[in-house]
């Protein structure tokens, strides 16, 4: 240990480089804060060789996880399927596509007729090739209302909501990013801020320490304390106490994010309504997901109804004149040419069910209502899976920083 006058003779002595160390400790706490919560997110892709030889962000290397655990929140805590479709009204459905929808029963009339029968179709007289497709016509509304009920009945078995929500978000990873960036960016932006001043705590000690010691080793042991420790505490004030929680008989603490409780569930639910819980994702789920085929027997089986109906009295002599296989050739063309042109007719009610399901509401009141744990939870995953490597990353930057203040320190000093 070096005597007292010799301390402060050299401080006298090199005055700039002690003035530093706290203002470099401080920076060192400000940047590791920002190098960590960018991991977390950039890049989206892996970058270098893999399996190890790379990084990349925390939160789209686990998309499928994570995205997992979002949904898992959501469908057990705020919304579930059958809620979403149970606020359609059938009938109501049945009269805002019932324009496209019968503007298309022309053209599938026609294009499945010309299909099967060219010759007969072409030889009928417009007045009865207008009679069949108005017959066509005045039913179809009753059968879209009729599909719609049975859809209701039973939802799951054409509809996986986590399925939808969980593919949507892997596939846009930068979506996934947003979620959790958007749901958490005060505490981000806390996150870096307080890098700062807590490294500047560490750096005054950081001072003391050397001017007593003058011990190489500390100055990159210090920048490693610094980056571990402003990570690990910056990250503990966000989350915790879940409860509040008062300290030393002075102060109230509680974790920032749990603070924002309706600030979040606003943010949240508009972000969610407007980007995955969508009128065109979920009719694009139900049409192209892997419950879709249910939906197409269930549409098949009333498309067949219909045709039957239609053909009437008269069915002996439809499938005697075109042959039954080829009679049922022509409803699975029908069920086809149906399935083909219901993601623009449903697009006619977009505006309806958007207001309809209000699903930006649900979930903002839902979400006030959760506990303090099950709320915590929606943010919270994406620093749990590599909060370590996160924290070792600050400490590795911190030590680095360090060992370039000593030749700094050595090159001013001598």
């Known amino acids: 240990m070096i005597g007292l006058s010799e301390i402060l003779s050299d401080v006298q002595t090199n005055w700039p480089v002690y003035a530093s160390m706290p203002f470099i400790a401080a920076a060192i706490g400000y940047v590791t804060k920002l190098v960590a919560i960018e991991m977390m997110f950039r890049p989206l892709e892996f970058v270098g060789r893999k399996p190890w030889l790379g990084w990349q962000g925390v939160v789209p290397r686990r998309a499928a996880k994570m995205a997992g655990i979002a949904c898992d929140t959501m469908t057990s805590q705020l919304i579930t399927p059958a809620e979403i479709f149970g606020r359609l009204d059938p009938q109501r459905v049945a009269e805002e596509i019932e324009k496209p929808l019968l503007a298309s029963i022309e053209d599938i009339t026609r294009e499945v007729a010309a299909a099967t029968q060219p010759d007969l179709w072409e030889a009928l007289p417009d007045r009865i090739k207008h009679m069949i497709v108005d017959r066509v016509r005045r039913q179809s509304p009753q059968m879209v209302e009729k599909v719609m009920l049975q859809i209701q009945t039973d939802i799951d078995s054409v509809f996986d909501l986590k399925e939808m929500v969980v593919t949507h978000l892997v596939r846009d990873k930068a979506l996934l ?81 749990l603070r924002r409780r309706s600030e979040v ?24 997901g892997p419950l879709s085929d249910r939906l197409f027997a269930l549409v098949q089986r009333e498309v ?111």
Do not use: C
């Open 177 to 257: 990013n947003r979620i959790f960036r958007e749901a958490g960016y005060k505490e981000f932006r806390f996150i870096a801020r307080v890098g700062a001043p807590f490294g500047f705590v560490i750096g005054l000690l950081q001072t003391v320490t050397w001017a007593v010691f003058r011990e190489p080793l500390l100055l990159p042991a210090f920048g490693l304390i610094t980056g571990w420790a402003t990570d690990w505490l910056a990250l503990k004030m966000v989350f915790f106490p879940i409860e509040p929680r008062r300290f030393f008989g002075l102060f109230t603490w509680q974790g920032l994010f």
């Open 265 to 288: 569930a606003r943010d949240y639910g508009d972000l969610i309504a407007k980007e995955i819980i969508t009128p065109r994702n979920v009719v694009e789920a139900v049409l192209k």
């Open 304 to 414: 067949h109804r219909l045709v039957d109906s239609q053909a009437g009295l008269a069915r002996p002599l439809v499938v005697m004149a075109v042959g039954g296989r080829r009679y049922q050739r022509v409803k699975q063309l029908v069920t086809m040419k149906v399935m083909e042109r219901l993601p623009e007719t449903m697009a006619a009610v977009e505006e309806y069910a958007t207001d309809a399901m209000d699903i930006r509401n649900t979930l903002t009141s839902k979400m006030k209502l959760l506990s303090p744990t099950q709320f915590e939870r929606l943010l919270r995953p994406a620093f749990e899976q590599d909060e370590w490597m996160l924290i070792a990353v600050g400490a590795m930057l911190g030590f680095g920083v360090g060992e370039l203040q000593i030749l700094i320190v050595e090159f001013l000093t001598h």
